[in-house]
């Protein structure tokens, strides 16, 4: 296990984010800047993914969820969706053992059923395995758009006769209900936006962008950006 030095950063042990949500942007200009595919680029995220989960376990990280794949991905040439399929598969195989050896619990939130059944059944497995362990809660968006949660959390209370609606009846509908709302969101690659991720549930997120690819983002990088959330004021809209 890595030794990760959280004062030489000055992060407060005690006042971490309770949930870490990442935009892993910047996989494709990654690899076309090495003149390589853009597959390749992905299998260096891959890298990424490890060492951030690893780290995240051990300083304390409670939820860590990862915008792996989403609905506007399926619009991606046939042959990219599906290499990226095909690396998602290999890794569900590859990494069960390390993620319930290491106490992860994993869970996988979006339309889940646009894939294929193979990827499905061995998405239920990953959930079954860990479904009782303790530590990191690592939370996979794959098929997902912040969009289609909300209109799939409607149609199953309008299906369900309900009548009035409020916010915290929302949540309950939502992929996954016990998630709570993100309290650090971080986005790679230096695009400046959200692009439909967990729309309803970062009304009040701290945002934190940088540049760096998602291939080249690492736990220093990581600390940064709590050092910097730990910084701020959170008001959610009341004073100080």
């Given amino acids: 296990m890595k030794n990760i030095n959280l004062e030489k950063y000055e992060i407060d042990k005690n006042r ?10 910047g996989n494709g200009r990654w690899a076309e800047e090495r003149g390589l595919p853009r597959i390749e680029g992905h299998r260096a995220g891959v890298e990424t993914v490890r060492d951030i989960v690893e780290s ?22 046939l042959s990219e969706v599906r290499a990226l399929l095909n690396l998602f598969s290999e890794l569900l195989d590859k990494e069960l053992p390390e ?8 869970n996988f939130i ?3 059923h646009k894939l294929p059944g193979y990827l499905r059944r061995k998405i239920r497995k990953m959930e079954e395995v860990t479904e009782n362990n303790t530590g990191l809660n690592l939370v996979l968006a794959v098929s997902y758009g912040g969009r289609s949660e909300l209109v799939d959390a409607i149609n199953k209370m309008l299906k369900e006769g309900l009548k009035r609606i409020n916010s915290k009846l929302i949540f309950k509908y939502l992929y996954y209900p016990e998630l709570p709302e993100p309290d650090l969101m971080i986005r790679t690659a230096g695009e400046l936006r959200i692009s439909n ?19 080249d983002f690492r736990t220093e990088h990581l600390l940064l ?14 004073l100080a």
């Fill in 99 to 106: 993620l319930h050896k290491n106490n992860v619990k994993v």
């Fill in 225 to 238: 950006a709590i050092k910097d959330y730990q910084q701020r004021v959170r008001k959610f809209g009341g």
């Fill in 16 to 25: 971490l984010p309770r949930h870490i949500a990442i935009i892993m942007d």
């Fill in 197 to 215: 991720f967990l729309l309803y549930q970062i009304a009040y997120t701290e945002l934190w962008f940088t540049k760096v690819l998602w291939p």
């Fill in 110 to 112: 979006g339309r889940l």
């Fill in 56 to 77: 995240c376990g051990i300083i304390g990280i409670k939820y860590l969820t990862l915008y792996t794949f989403s609905e506007e991905n399926w619009r991606r040439p």
